[in-house]
C-alpha cells in the first residue's frame, strides 16, 4: 500500500561554517515519510499491523524564514503568543527537593538541561483542553496509526569527519546521493559503515562534535556507501549538548532532531516509560487551529510554521482548540486514571504513562492522513527494530489495525489533552513537577 502523501521541503536554515557538516535523509515533517512512515519498512509477519507501510512523497516548496512584517503582524493576530509572552512567572519554588531526586544520567541518551523542554515534567499548574486530535485522519482506514518518524542519531564523535555536501535533490525523488554542488553544509564524525539510504521520506539528523558538546543538525541526510560522503539540503544553527537543546532540523517546526525522540535502550519490557517528552508529527491540514499570517500558526517553543501554513493548517478540519498549533505541547490529563484505559500491551501502558507525565510536542506536519512519533535510527541501532524483537510486533500500525497495540494507541490519542498554558518561564504548564527533575548533568 503507498500513500501519495507529500514531503515538505524545510526553511533554509543559517548555513554552517564549512568545518561543520550534516546529513539528513527526510524532510521536515516525518522520519521516513511525510507521514513518518518508513517507505522502507518491511516485515516478516502478515499480521494487518505487521503488513508493510510505504509511502510516496511529492516535492513541496522550500519553507522561508518569516519577514519582519509577519513577525510585527503575529504581534496582533496570535492571541497565544502574547499569553505566552505574559505567562506567570514558573514556579520555582515547588522545584526545590526534585532536582537530584534522580539518579545520575548519560548524557548521550539522554541529552540536554533538567529545565529542557524535553526534560522537564508536566506541572500541577498544567491547564488542559482536549485536543480532539482523530484516531483515523481524513476517514482513511489506511492512514498511518502511529508510524515512525525517524531522526538519524550520530553520537559518535571520535568517528572519522565526512563532509556533508548541499544537495538540492530534497524530496523531489531525485537520487540523494550524489551533491549538487561543491558546497560544504557541515564536516561530521560519522563511522565508516553507516548509511543513510536515499529517498523521498523526512529523516532530521543530528551529529556530535569531537569536543563532545556541539550538536549539528541537518535535514534531510544520505549517505550512500560506506566511507562515503553525505548530502543534505541545509544545515541549522548548532545547539549545545547540555543547554536547553530546543532548536534543530525539525522544519515544520524548527525543533530539535535528538529532544524528545524515542531512543534505542527506551520502552524496553518491564520499563516504567521514557522520562521525557516525545515529539509528534500530526496531519496539520485536519487537526491544527486555522491560523494566518504564518507568524500566527506557532506558538512557543516552535520557532517557526510551514510555509504553507496560513493556507492550509486547519483547513481540512473541524474548528481544534484555540492554541493548538505547530509547538503546541499535548498531554493526557492529569485526571485520567491510566490505569482504567483499558490499554492491552506494555508499549502502550508505557506510552501513556509518559505522555501524561511528561507529554508531547508537536514538531511537524505529516502533510497527510496520520500520526507519528519521532524514534531514533542510528549507529547504535534503530528503535523499530529493538521494539519488533521485544514485543513481537511492529511499532508502525494503521488505523484500521484491529490489533491490541493499533487499538492502544488509538484510546492514547483520544486521551490527548493541550496543555494550554505551556510558556518559556512556565514548561508543562507550571506549578509542582508531576515527576523529579532528571539529575543536573
Not at 512512515?37 to 516485515?43: C, H, K, L, M, R
Not at 529493538?386 to 511492529?394: I, L, S, V
Request: glycine share 10%; proline share 6%.
Amino acid at each position: 500500500m503507498k500513500l501519495d502523501i507529500p514531503f515538505r521541503t524545510l526553511a533554509l536554515g543559517p548555513v554552517l561554517a564549512s568545518s561543520l557538516l550534516i546529513v539528513a535523509c527526510g524532510g521536515g515533517g516525518g522520519s521516513e515519510s511525510s507521514t513518518g512512515v518508513a517507505a522502507e519498512t518491511t516485515v516478516a509477519d502478515t499480521t494487518e499491523t505487521d503488513v508493510a507501510i510505504e509511502t510516496e512523497a511529492i516535492e513541496r516548496p522550500a519553507d522561508e524564514s518569516l519577514t519582519v512584517e509577519e513577525a510585527t503582524a503575529a504581534a496582533a493576530s496570535n492571541p497565544q503568543a502574547l499569553a505566552d509572552a505574559a505567562a506567570v512567572p514558573a514556579e520555582t519554588a515547588s522545584l526545590e527537593g526534585r532536582e537530584t531526586a534522580q539518579a545520575a544520567r548519560d548524557v548521550l541518551k539522554q541529552p540536554f538541561s533538567n529545565r529542557s523542554i524535553w526534560n522537564m515534567p508536566i506541572g500541577s499548574g498544567a491547564s488542559y483542553v482536549h485536543a480532539r486530535i482523530s484516531t483515523q485522519p481524513r476517514g482513511d482506514t489506511w492512514a498511518p496509526m502511529p508510524a515512525a518518524e525517524r531522526d538519524h542519531i550520530v553520537l559518535k564523535p571520535t568517528s572519522p569527519r565526512v563532509n556533508v555536501y548541499h544537495s538540492t535533490a530534497g524530496w523531489s525523488g531525485r537520487n540523494r546521493c550524489s551533491a549538487t554542488s561543491s558546497r560544504v553544509l557541515a564536516n561530521v564524525p560519522i563511522p565508516h559503515g553507516y548509511i543513510a539510504p536515499t529517498a523521498r521520506t523526512n529523516d532530521s539528523a543530528a551529529f556530535l562534535m569531537p569536543d563532545r558538546r556541539t550538536v549539528v543538525q541537518t535535514q534531510p541526510v544520505a549517505r550512500c556507501s560506506a566511507g562515503s560522503h553525505a548530502t543534505s539540503w541545509t544545515a541549522f544553527p548548532t545547539v549545545d549538548l547540555y543547554g536547553d537543546g530546543i532548536a534543530g532540523a525539525h522544519g515544520g517546526s524548527g525543533l530539535s532532531a535528538l529532544g524528545g525522540t524515542l531512543r534505542v535502550g527506551e520502552m524496553r519490557p518491564g520499563a516504567q516509560g521514557p522520562r521525557h517528552a516525545l515529539k509528534m508529527v500530526i496531519d496539520a491540514a485536519t487537526e491544527l487551529r486555522v491560523c494566518s499570517p504564518r507568524a500566527a500558526c506557532f506558538r512557543w517553543p516552535a520557532r517557526n510554521a510551514d510555509s504553507y501554513a496560513a493556507t492550509l493548517y486547519g483547513r481540512r478540519g473541524t474548528d481544534a482548540p484555540a492554541g493548538l498549533l505547530m509547538g503546541a505541547l499535548l498531554a493526557i490529563n492529569k485526571s485520567t486514571n491510566v490505569a482504567s484505559m483499558g490499554l492491552e500491551t506494555q508499549p502502550g501502558r508505557q506510552l501513556a504513562w509518559t505522555l501524561q507525565n511528561y507529554g508531547a510536542y508537536i514538531v511537524d506536519d505529516t502533510h497527510g492522513a496520520g500520526l507519528s512519533f519521532a524514534v531514533e535510527v542510528g549507529p547504535d541501532g534503530k528503535f523499530e527494530d529493538q521494539f519488533k524483537k521485544d514485543y513481537g510486533f511492529n511499532f508502525a500500525a494503521r488505523s484500521r489495525d484491529n490489533t491490541a497495540w493499533a487499538r492502544d494507541v488509538k484510546r492514547i490519542v483520544s486521551a490527548l489533552h493541550l496543555v494550554s498554558n505551556n510558556a518559556a518561564n512556565r514548561v508543562g504548564g507550571g506549578g509542582t513537577p508531576r515527576q523529579s527533575l532528571a539529575a543536573a548533568l
